[in-house]
């Protein structure tokens, strides 16, 4: 059994016109028992910055606590926000730190770059970048993501529109996946304001 | 004079509390080759006389203007080879931000950890401070900027400023003629004056070397026939 696959997670993001969603599921599990239902995976690192990390939770954690540590120095020493191609490259540069003995983590990351220009990428668990035009996925539900995610996406969405097709995919990925569900968390992200949802789905 | 008796060790105030070593760096940055720089409204220049030993030195081997970065430049007034090892450092941070972040590094970063590794050599065992005052040009996306840093790894901003053998004449001429809204080229023209104040001897392309970076943020060393160009505009 694979440790990606002991706590359960799925994480994607999508990319609509002049904004961005991204989404987890809440379930924290330990093998087939689930111990709780409001795990958080999606961090936010700066206003228009958001990392949503999959895999073994205690990686999950403690990986947020360095890059939030890191991009506080960056703060201060450079007095400007991190931009999301730098942060992506920065997480890489982390990860491959541990290349021998890595972090069981996937991150996908979000944000709104120069001129609030959309960008999101994924990478594995060695910091192998993979920057991606319409979405990316992360988890034990990431076959049923990338499936979904295919067929639902569309270029261009407004916010309403994005906000639907995300938690549509979300929603029927997990239900495919015992490992991860129990509820589904959604970012979605335009240049003026952040909403926050929380979508009620099968609890199994 | 009670100082001297505190002179022995870098790492020792004196009663007076200065650090007499930095002192002692400063007057060797002082009685170096003038050089000075200048910030302009879309670019900086900065310049230095090339005083050889002798006429046999091939001039065309020395380079005392570097590159830290494609858009960063750097000139020195003091101890040359104290210059050179600054730079690689500088050369080797810059790279080691950008392997991080892929991103080339802001001026104001690199000036910052060339002055710690300034500041690093004042407070360890068995080093003595750098002999060099740096000037270091640079263009990113903050605009023009131009760095002073001293032996103490002290570093100061400057629209313009000059250091070594003629500072007092030659920041007198620069606050005299620098304008906010000067442009490059004018920029330049400053510069050769500057220089030709206090420069012994008779003034060419061979004997002064300048550097510029304007808003394409290539920095470059102008050619011996460019310099030699801007002279004859300067007449």
Known sequence: MSIFEYNGSAVVAMVGKNCFAIASDRRLGVNLQTIATDFQRIFKIHDKLYIGLSGLATDVQTLYQRLVFRHKLYQLREERDMKPQTFASLVSAVLYEKRFGPYFCMPVIAGLGEDDVPFICTMDCIGAKELAKDFVVSGTASESLYGACESMYKPNMEPEELFETISQALLSSVDRDCLSGWGGHVLLVTPTEVQERTLKSRMD | ?235
Not at chain 2, 70 to 93: A, C, E, F, H, W
Not at chain 2, 156 to 179: C, D, H, P
């Open chain 2, 1 to 235: 004079m009670g100082d001297s008796q505190y002179s022995f060790s870098l790492t020792t105030f004196s009663p007076s509390g200065k650090l007499v070593q930095i002192e002692h760096a400063l007057t060797a940055v002082g009685s170096g080759q003038t050089s000075l720089g200048i910030k302009a409204s879309n670019g900086v220049v900065i310049a230095t006389e090339k005083k050889l030993p002798s006429i046999l030195v091939d001039e065309t081997s020395v380079q005392k203007i570097q590159l830290m970065t494609t858009n960063i430049g750097v000139v020195y007034s003091g101890m040359g080879p104290d210059s050179r090892v600054l730079v690689r450092k500088s050369r080797k941070q810059a790279q080691q931000y950008f392997r991080l972040y892929k991103e080339a590094i802001p001026v104001t970063q690199l000036v910052r950890e060339t002055a710690a590794v300034m500041q690093e050599f004042t407070q360890s065992g068995g080093v003595r401070p750098f002999g060099v005052s740096l000037l270091i040009a640079g263009y990113d996306d903050n605009g023009p900027q131009l760095y002073q840093v001293d032996p103490s790894g002290s570093y100061f901003s400057w629209k313009a400023s000059a250091m070594g053998k003629n500072v007092s004449n030659a920041k007198t001429f620069l606050e005299k003629r620098y304008t906010e809204d000067m442009e490059l080229d004018d920029a330049v023209h400053t510069a050769i004056l500057t220089l030709k104040e206090g420069f012994q001897g008779q003034i060419s392309g061979k004997n002064i070397e300048i550097g510029i970076i304007g808003a394409d943020r290539k920095f470059r060393v102008l050619t011996p026939a460019e310099i030699d160009d801007y002279l004859a505009e300067v007449e």
